[in-house]
């Protein structure tokens, strides 16, 4: 299976070392973060990648090369501009040939792919996306109302749980019948209502894996740190 990594954006939250060099080469863990990515796939069998570059996309073509010497195949679709997830992936669409893996070229993660591909495959949908689980502490009390604004239940600084894309998708290649050429397009805002909207069937898959988006200083910091400290992410690539 081809894969298509989402690598054109500007990272204007990891600003000032974006200004010099893209999000997707900054290192983590002492490696590029693209590097890693496809070393992470590559595990998994994938060899043949599309990356999708616009922002400083100079850069990332001459340092990835055309991945020979990560023992892989690369393409790169290109734009001018950072077109959104959606407007990105669309670039992509000459260079597929059948179903294909995406990921947002800013995430860390353990997800088993070869389970994410096969509960693809069995599902029959146009996409699955993999969800990651989130947990946020509320520190005020939650109350919930009744229709009539009356109080139904109070509940003290409760755990509030909740299921979040996490940017790690399988398409059909009809996908792109939904995301227009050389547009700025969202597949969180824009793509995947419309799919809702025409009746397609989007599945989700979720594991207990590790995860964490690189997209900001905060969480580059941490995740640095995480990769460093820990033997089973480093076996990742």
């Not at 799919?195 to 988006?213: K, M, P, V």
Request: hydrophobic fraction near 40%.
């Amino acid at each position: 299976m081809q894969a298509v990594i989402l690598a054109g954006g500007a990272g204007t939250r990891l600003r000032p070392l974006t200004y010099v060099v893209p999000k997707s080469l900054l290192p983590v863990g002492g490696k590029p973060l693209l590097e890693r990515t496809m070393q992470y796939l590559k595990s998994y069998g994938v060899k043949d990648f599309v990356i999708c570059v616009a922002y400083l996309k100079k850069q990332i073509m001459t340092t990835i090369g055309d991945g020979s010497s990560l023992g892989v195949n690369v393409s790169y679709a290109e734009s001018d501009v950072p077109l959104g997830t959606g407007g990105q992936l669309k670039t992509a669409e000459p260079f597929l040939n059948d179903a294909f893996l995406a990921m947002n070229g800013d995430i860390v993660t353990s997800l088993n792919i070869a389970k994410f591909v096969t509960t693809h495959q069995i599902s029959r949908g146009i996409g699955t996306i993999a969800l990651k689980k989130f947990e946020i502490k509320v520190p005020y009390g939650y109350i919930t109302l009744n229709k009539n604004s009356t109080i139904q239940r109070f509940e003290e600084k409760p755990t509030l749980a909740f299921m979040a894309n996490a940017g790690i998708y399988v398409f059909e290649k009809r996908i792109f019948d939904y995301i227009p050429a050389h547009k700025q397009c969202s597949l969180e805002t824009e793509t995947f209502p419309a799919l809702l909207s025409h009746g397609e069937s989007i599945n989700s898959y979720y594991e207990n894996a590790y995860w964490a988006d690189v997209g900001s200083m905060v969480d580059f910091e941490r995740v640095n740190d995480e990769v460093l400290t820990n033997s089973q992410l480093n076996q990742i690539s």
